[in-house]
DNA sequence: CCGTATTTGTTCATTTTTGTTTATTAATAT
DNA sequence: ATATTAATAAACAAAAATGAACAAATACGG
């Protein structure tokens, strides 16, 4: 067996299980172990997958490793930062709008400590946060979505629209380098772009990691948010723009 | 089964279930407890799950509080024999209904396992329990109630009449002397009416506790449901009464 | 054919992982 | 409350996997 033949035999073996053992494939290829790992390093060289005592799995298969887990943990940092200023907005008792997501997530943590807020939220996990509170929260019904617990329903946009809503904070997980905000779903797209129009005051929250990423359906331009709170820096002409439409722009150091 | 798969092996469960046990994991992967307890705190330290005393349950706080809030309650044994019994009507792929409460609770817990439900509940805890899990949840909206975590919004009414549902599981918090099940609010007596009404099967689930005991609102009568689900042991007389209609009772031992 | 480069095997010290035992701690019932 | 049971952490031992160094085998170009 030619050195090649076994390592696409390795990769072949890989995708079929998601995992392979050294001494599994040293017995099944005829090599001794110590060949194996080399092949094995080899291949993790090229990030064709990632090794680990006694084998090796596909790279994408370790979905809660330290690399990805410490980069989503920097990002977190960020994103309480971005929370605690957007809460500072919020001066008096208030009817705010809280948007599914980690970074409204964390908003909702700063502000399970206050008393003097109305909140609604589509966002199971947040809802399950606040409603202890002294605040009074309301839950947006619908279906239930697997991976992230947030709701949409089509009947959001009638309610909506019978409530006054001071502030809405929304996340982003997609900004074009045209600087629209995107989205998966034309429902979801339909109800942001109404909460925007509908709020007294609209607020954007998005960390640098959203940028220059495209969604398919379009909720509107950043320009069009009353405050943008993000630790991206814009170049001065966009800047200017955004100030001479009014947008508040909050950049967060760090 | 490689370290990082048995960590794999012990996420995905801990998803599904929003707990783990030692014992169990140790069985299920032919470790040591020992060994599996070292996987939970590396995981642990990587802030996917939060240790507990013979197990572990997700960092989302919310399992922890739930587990906890439901081990408080007093009849919890029989509440779980009711549940048992009241799953095993649902023997096909089915549309339920999943009243607020802790016996309805309980009936989540073991429903879960299940795939082919499309389960409508304003109870935020089962709504917690029950998303992440191969079946559809959809969430009646609404104002949370602070103490339990339940939502009620007049706008169900007209939500539910367009959904065929087959099965109502309701718990009742006060069953008079004339067995009127009875509630303290106007909107919920309406919301239960409705749903024992358009129901295929209403199925009323209540322990021994809840007879004798008076609230504001009718609801029904409970010879108005389908099938009792209860440990209350009733007069031959009224046994007969129910049986008449077509009252199927389901008695609970214990 | 020879000499060189590459690959593979072997040995062994080191590291990692796992199991075992035991004292301590936490949960439970009485 | 206290006794009892179960779960845990710590320390140690055993087993398994690893990587480094070196030797042997193989491939290859001249």
Same mark, same amino acid.
């Given at each position: %067996?030619?050195?090649?033949? /076994?390592?696409?035999?390795? %990769?072949?073996?890989? +995708?079929? @299980?998601?995992?392979?053992?050294? $001494?599994?494939?040293?017995?099944? %290829? &005829?090599?001794?172990? %110590?060949?194996?790992?080399?092949?094995?390093?080899?291949? #993790?060289?090229?990030?064709?997958?990632? /090794?680990? =005592?006694?084998?090796?799995?596909?790279?994408?298969?370790?979905?809660? #490793?330290?690399?990805?887990?410490?980069?989503?943990?920097?990002?977190?940092?960020?994103?309480?930062?971005? !929370?605690?200023?957007?809460? $500072?907005?919020?001066?008096?008792?208030?009817?705010?709008?809280?948007?599914?997501?980690?970074?409204?997530?964390?908003?909702?943590?700063?502000?399970?400590?206050? &008393?003097?807020?109305?909140?609604?939220?589509?966002?199971?996990?947040?809802?399950?946060?606040?409603? /202890?509170?002294? @605040? #009074?929260? =309301?839950?947006?019904?619908?279906?239930? #979505?697997?991976?992230?617990?947030?709701?949409?329903?089509? $009947?959001? +946009?009638?309610?909506?629209? /019978?409530? +006054?809503?001071?502030?809405?904070?929304?996340?982003?997980?997609?900004?074009? @380098?045209?600087?629209?905000?995107?989205?998966?779903?034309?429902?979801?797209?339909?109800?942001?772009?109404?909460?925007?129009?509908? !709020?007294?005051?609209?607020?954007?929250?998005?960390?640098?990691?959203?940028?220059?990423?495209?969604?398919?359906?379009?909720? !509107? =331009?950043?320009?069009?948010?009353?405050?943008?709170?993000? &630790?991206?820096?814009?170049?001065?002409?966009?800047?200017? $723009?955004?100030?001479?439409?009014?947008?508040?722009?909050?950049?967060?150091?760090?």
């Amino acid at each position: %067996m030619l050195p090649i033949e /076994r390592r696409k035999y390795i %990769m072949d073996k890989l +995708n079929l @299980n998601g995992s392979v053992k050294v $001494e599994e494939l040293a017995k099944e %290829m &005829n090599v001794t172990p %110590m060949t194996v790992r080399r092949d094995l390093d080899k291949l #993790e060289a090229e990030d064709l997958l990632k /090794r680990t =005592h006694g084998g090796a799995v596909l790279s994408t298969s370790l979905y809660f #490793e330290e690399e990805y887990d410490v980069k989503k943990e920097k990002n977190i940092e960020i994103k309480k930062k971005i !929370a605690q200023s957007a809460s $500072e907005l919020i001066k008096g008792p208030s009817t705010i709008f809280l948007d599914a997501g980690t970074t409204t997530y964390e908003l909702a943590n700063i502000l399970k400590n206050r &008393n003097d807020l109305v909140i609604i939220t589509g966002d199971l996990k947040i809802a399950s946060l606040l409603y /202890r509170t002294e @605040n #009074e929260v =309301h839950f947006l019904g619908g279906k239930l #979505e697997k991976k992230t617990g947030a709701v949409l329903s089509v $009947e959001w +946009n009638t309610f909506i629209e /019978r409530i +006054n809503i001071d502030y809405a904070f929304l996340g982003g997980s997609a900004i074009t @380098n045209q600087y629209y905000l995107t989205t998966p779903t034309f429902e979801k797209a339909k109800l942001k772009s109404k909460l925007i129009e509908l !709020a007294d005051k609209s607020v954007l929250l998005v960390d640098e990691s959203k940028f220059g990423v495209k969604s398919l359906v379009k909720i !509107a =331009h950043i320009k069009d948010f009353d405050v943008i709170i993000t &630790n991206k820096v814009f170049n001065n002409e966009f800047m200017k $723009e955004l100030k001479e439409k009014g947008v508040e722009v909050r950049l967060i150091g760090g």
